[in-house]
């Protein structure tokens, strides 16, 4: 299923937010060999925290049954603003939230995503070679598709 132009942008958001020097990040992070569950957006930082971003950008997609791959030592959900106050009271305590920065009705390009919601730390929920691993794999993968175009 394609993806909405809601849920690419809120992507291109999300690799401009994490843009900074020792923050090393990739979209559609496959946990484990073979797995079944992918994170939409994982980081891995020289504080050696992994942070899970999961995009919802409608009611509809927030209440699926899509997994929520939240196995990070801080994880969030990424969403529009209206959303977010519709949802608000399904989110569990840990899970952080970030929004659209808007002036207005311009999104602040530096920065396009504010918290709105911090995340509580938590132990990871998958060994850390594995999360490694995962995020080494995927980025491989989004090196290798952009050589070849």
């Not at 299923?1 to 990739?26: A, N, V």
């Amino acid at each position: 299923m394609p993806k909405t132009k809601e849920t690419l942008q809120f992507e291109e958001y999300l690799k401009k937010y994490t843009k900074k020097q020792g923050i090393f990040g990739c979209l559609e992070v496959t946990i484990g060999w073979f797995g079944k569950e992918r994170v939409d957006y994982l980081t891995y930082d020289t504080n050696d925290w992994f942070k899970c971003y999961e995009i919802k950008v409608t009611k509809a997609d927030f209440y699926s049954k899509c997994h929520k791959t939240f196995v990070g030592n801080y994880n969030y959900y990424v969403m529009p603003r209206e959303l977010y106050y519709e949802v608000k009271q399904d989110i569990p305590n840990e899970i952080g939230v970030l929004v659209e920065n808007k002036i207005g009705d311009k999104i602040y390009e530096y920065s396009p995503l504010r918290s709105i919601k911090k995340a509580i730390k938590q132990e990871l929920k998958v060994d850390k070679d594995i999360l490694k691993n995962s995020l080494i794999r995927s980025l491989y993968r989004e090196a290798y598709w952009k050589r070849r175009g």
